[in-house]
């Protein structure tokens, strides 16, 4: 097991656990554990012991999104910023081993995107998916413009994007956005059932099938984060970027300018 103070990773029976353990901040992803993700994603790459992931949140959060810390949150952010939530994306959707995301509450903005590429995301039936970026004067991001109208089509897309509307775990896996909903006190059972069978499946099957259906579906994900994030950092200079942030930490409704 290697763990940090908000990331604990633990391998065993072919299964590598990812644990965010940022509980107090509702897991929302600091550059430490932002990196430590993609390292254990890539690393797992080359390891024969490996054949899942288990990537999965603590508390009462899968994973609230970005870090928005600070008087003025809008300054931590940057192209570094954007470049670290793709590749948290591309590290995932290129690992030939498939990922399941563990959705045990609300995931938010980065933190739901990750959800949407991973291979099976499985969610306790009290969770909930939100894009919020709006919000905060901003688009979605982490390939979300793209896998979320793959799964669930335009007008869905639209409908939680603009007007960032919490999508409950049910309703989620109605309009095939995820694809396992369970009561929350059968949650753990069932992730680790679907761990086990991947585990014991075929490798290079499960390898093929999963570059086949990606290659479908997610075949314009480079494009979706090169739009996204020359978008999004435009919007980080924004006037209503940075009031959009300030409100958000200062817990009050925005005065956007369109500035």
Request: charged share 25%; with cysteine; glycine share 10%.
């Amino acid at each position: 097991m290697t763990t940090t103070t908000q990331l604990e990773t633990t391998k065993g029976d072919g299964v590598l656990r990812i644990t965010f353990r940022r509980e107090e901040a509702f897991n929302a992803l600091s550059e430490e554990m932002a990196t430590g993700l993609v390292q254990a994603l890539h690393a797992a790459v080359s390891d024969d012991e490996v054949r899942v992931v288990v990537i999965a949140g603590s508390g009462f959060a899968f994973s609230a999104g970005a870090d928005l810390t600070g008087d003025n949150p809008v300054e931590n952010f940057d192209e570094r910023a954007m470049e670290g939530a793709a590749a948290i994306i591309r590290a995932v959707v290129q690992l030939d081993k498939p990922v399941i995301a563990a959705v045990n509450g609300v995931a938010a903005g980065v933190g739901a995107s990750v959800c949407f590429v991973a291979d099976l995301a499985v969610c306790k039936e009290s969770a909930a998916f939100i894009l919020a970026f709006s919000q905060i004067g901003l688009m979605p991001d982490g390939g979300s413009s793209l896998s979320v109208a793959a799964s669930v089509g335009r007008a869905k897309a639209m409908r939680m994007a603009l007007l960032a509307e919490p999508l409950p775990a049910r309703e989620a896996y109605d309009a095939g956005l995820v694809s396992h909903v369970v009561a929350d006190d059968e949650f753990d059972a069932l992730v680790d059932k679907l761990a086990r069978r991947l585990a014991s499946g075929p490798p290079v099957a499960l390898a093929a099938t999963k570059r086949a259906i990606n290659a479908a579906t997610l075949g314009g994900l480079e494009d979706a984060l090169d739009r996204e994030g020359r978008g999004q950092v435009m919007l980080f200079g924004t006037e209503d970027a940075g009031e959009g942030m300030r409100a958000f930490v200062q817990k009050r409704r925005p005065a956007f300018t369109g500035r």
